[in-house]
């Protein structure tokens, strides 16, 4: 396994949720992680907050405010990191708009055009957008790689058409990114995790019968994509897709209070990978 100590990472969309947990994951490991979002200040939720736990965790935390959806504010986000460090090693995409009201299911016709802009634009496009900007500044690292945050929504349904669309698109530009980026020694993979038991599924199961016992925590996701990211055979991996509850048992990984959560999602076939 690699040492990720003082390793740059940036984590988009790390107030809350997958993103939060995977910043923390790599503060944990030493990482200085830059996270970025909407929301700041001292409450939950922000990415002040993100910032001073993962310098909690044992890294060091950068908070930097962002709106993935405006290109001028991403071109700017990486033209700063480029100023503070010469380089990025780990690129997170994760950031992702849920729309609101969200879309739980029914037909597209039902939902306002706008979580198109909203599923895709944000979980699609802004990757797309911060993978470009943050290029050069990856060719500058000795190891960089880029991670990112999928679902199996890309390959079986899940709440909307417009989350299919947006998943599976991301799933496709990430595998096309890694035959890019091969002769750039830069692996990019996919990262599957399975039930999450995020911010907005806790909220959502107030109102809603929803068994949780069993799903994953942020954390535990952060922490298995930190371990991938550790791996010795990440190039072997690059263009892939990686599910979580594969890589716990491989890597051995437990959450925030020593369990490995048994919920995931169930393969489409037997040659889904």
């Not at 003082?6 to 490991?29: D, N």
């Not at 060091?60 to 001028?72: K, L, P, S, V």
């Not at 994760?94 to 979980?123: L, M, R």
């Not at 190891?143 to 390959?155: D, E, T």
Request: with cysteine; net charge negative; charged share 25%.
């Amino acid at each position: 396994m690699a040492d990720l100590k003082g390793k740059i990472a940036v984590v988009t969309g790390a107030s809350r949720g997958i993103g939060k947990g995977i910043a923390l994951a790599l503060g944990e490991r030493g990482c200085t992680v830059y996270v970025t979002g909407r929301t700041v200040g001292d409450g939950e939720r922000t990415i002040d907050t993100s910032a001073r736990e993962v310098s909690e965790a044992g890294g060091e935390g950068r908070a930097i405010q962002c709106d993935h959806g405006d290109d001028d504010q991403i071109a700017a986000l990486f033209e700063r990191i480029g100023k503070e460090v010469d380089h990025i090693d780990i690129l997170v995409n994760n950031v992702y708009k849920i729309p609101n009201p969200p879309a739980w299911g029914g037909g597209y016709w039902d939902h306002p055009i706008q979580i198109w802009d909203d599923q895709v634009g944000i979980g699609l496009r802004a990757h797309y957008v911060a993978s470009w900007h943050a290029a050069a500044l990856m060719f500058k690292s000795k190891n960089a790689a880029m991670l990112n945050v999928s679902s199996p929504g890309g390959q079986l349904y899940h709440f909307s058409a417009c989350y299919g669309a947006g998943k599976a698109g991301l799933d496709r530009l990430t595998a096309d990114m890694a035959v890019e980026l091969e002769p750039k020694g830069i692996p990019a993979v996919v990262l599957y995790p399975g039930s999450v038991a995020t911010e907005f599924i806790l909220d959502a199961a107030k109102d809603r019968e929803m068994d949780l016992s069993q799903s994953q925590t942020p954390l535990f996701v952060g922490r298995t994509a930190a371990a991938l990211l550790a791996s010795d055979d990440l190039m072997k991996r690059t263009g892939s897709i990686q599910w979580v509850e594969d890589l716990a048992e491989e890597f051995d990984v437990v959450d925030e209070t020593g369990k490995r959560p048994t919920e995931g999602y169930a393969r489409r076939s037997e040659g889904t990978s």
